[in-house]
């Protein structure tokens, strides 16, 4: 038998094992109908297989079975014992609920110790397709992309460029004191998907519930105290829905930043904030809010982030050679592609060809620019204008869009009515889950796919041991204390506490690993985030790039997980499927050219 499958197999016994010490409702399932035993030693009927259990774990079972039936009989001579008008001639011993409960912990956490094999830490690939959706790729006919961050990857030296530059603007333009200048970019300071209450000037995390994660409440450079947060929330950490219900993440009182570009718009709106707290000066966090967003636009409306891109494409654009993979694999298998972008045709035009070469369109069916997603999906106001060789507007009407040609501006319903692309058949991929995927879902029912780059560095901090080791104990020690809070005696409690204390410590510890202010993009603690929230209701597939389609057939089916619901008993481990397996990237991707 392969290692990998050696090592699932027995993850996958280490894990029932946990499931049926920590949690109830396995426990009861195990019992009613299955061959499940509580220690896990054997399969559901259906499975078809069966799994051996070291005699350790066996010993443990049997030793934990024992206490508890002492910890019951010796409650039930107790009960005994009280009742009126009854006399006995030997005392019953006190129950020793302290060691009974530490003895169950430590047997835990023996089991996460030592039956999480070598390897373990190593089962996700972040060249992996992630599936919310079932997507079969054989009946994808027609391939749609955005430019920015879809097509093109940039480092995140632009990322540097576009804060110092909004941050001069606001000194030079908007009047701002000079000692703003002394920040700089702030590179991990911020992530993607994060909250800013406009009223209040503070950057947040919020889960898929609306609830803020305490903890992750920032004044400029400086955590709000979770006793404070509540305050300004008038004793909750709730945002009501009115507040953050706008279609596009731009609510009233709280706006979400989305895309990539939005981190040092994210960060410079910190550091403006943080430099008026510590300054000890007044100041409106509305108008201030409103001149950061003004300044961020000038360094896009103006230009300047496509003038460096174009100065220094070496430096900026990251990974051109598995841009052309992708769209040399799909033309060449007949696809229909077409490419929809907010960017300007001069800067498209010197990155394609940078990444792919000079006949870069001979691609694409139909090339859209400066199209004003997201009103290009809902809006059939503007009409399509073709652009010259030059870059230069005609206004000839367009009663059909030509490969070849360039367009400019015009609206999805046009471009559905001249193509006949429609439906399922047709799959975009863009970065942006609202201006680019939301629409083209819910409305017109295409398939959807999202790039998110930050997959790949999540994914690393993933299989690394620390975190394996910590999300399993945490999940372990929450399962034991779901449990165990029937005890209600004093020793009882003090116990309990002290598990309490240290389930915040290893949340602490997992939320660090990925960014020390905000954690995960996908998580807080253990609800999904509204970022994850938007992503899994938006998007079909999910991936860091384009690229990793090329890892799979163009026939291959993607399937998503069945992960237990809560009413659930997790009888099955999908853990193990797909998202986990090994793909290769394609050896040959770099001789196609």
Known sequence: MAPSVITSTVYRSSLRKLFALSSPCFQQVAGCGSQSDVNGEKRCPRSGSSATSTARARQASQQQQQQASQLHYAKKKEEVVGVPGRSYSSAVAKVDHKSYLWARYNEMKRLVQDLLPPGVCNLLNSSTVYANNEVCLGDIMIYGFDYDYTLALYSNAIHAMIFNTARDILIDQYKYPEGL???????????????????????????????????????????VPDEEVLQLYQGTNHIPLNHVSGFYGKGPAVKQYMDIFSIPEMTLLAITNDFFVSNDIDYDPIHLYKDVTDAIRDVHIKGFMYKWILEDMEKYILRGDETYAVLHRLASSGKKLFLITNSPFSFVD?????????????????????????????????PFRRLDENGDLQWDKITRLEKGQVY????????????????????????????????????????????????????KIVNTEQYSQSLTWLQALTGLLERMQVHRDPQSQEVLRDWLKERQELRAVTKNLFNPQ?????????????????????????????????????????????????????????????????????EEMAHIR
């Open 518 to 586: 905000f954690g995960s993009i996908f998580r807080t603690c253990h609800n999904p985030t509204y970022f994850s929230r938007r992503l899994c209701r938006f998007s079909d597939l999910y991936m860091a790039s384009i690229s990793c389609l090329l890892n799979y057939d163009l026939n291959y089916t993607f399937f998503p997980r069945r992960t237990p619901l809560q009413h659930e008993a997790p009888l099955w481990m999908d853990q193990l499927c797909t998202g986990c397996m090994k793909t290769p990237f394609l």
């Open 408 to 459: 400019k501006q015009g609206n999805l319903f046009d471009f559905l009515r001249l193509t006949g692309w429609r439906g399922s058949r047709v799959l975009y991929f863009g970065d942006h889950l609202y201006s680019d995927l939301a629409d083209l879902m819910l409305r017109h029912g295409w398939r959807t796919g999202a790039i998110v780059p930050e997959l790949e560095t999540e994914t």
């Open 350 to 382: 010197k990155g394609m060809k940078y990444m792919v070469g000079k006949d870069w369109r001979d691609f694409f069916d139909v090339v859209i620019v400066q199209a004003d997603k997201p009103h290009f999906f809902n809006d059939c106001i503007k």
């Open 181 to 223: 200048r002394s920040y700089d970019y702030l590179p991990n300071f911020a992530v993607r998907g994060l909250h800013y209450d406009i009223n209040k000037g503070l950057l947040m995390k919020i889960d898929a519930f609306h609830y803020i994660e305490l903890g992750t409440v920032y004044r400029g450079l400086k955590p």
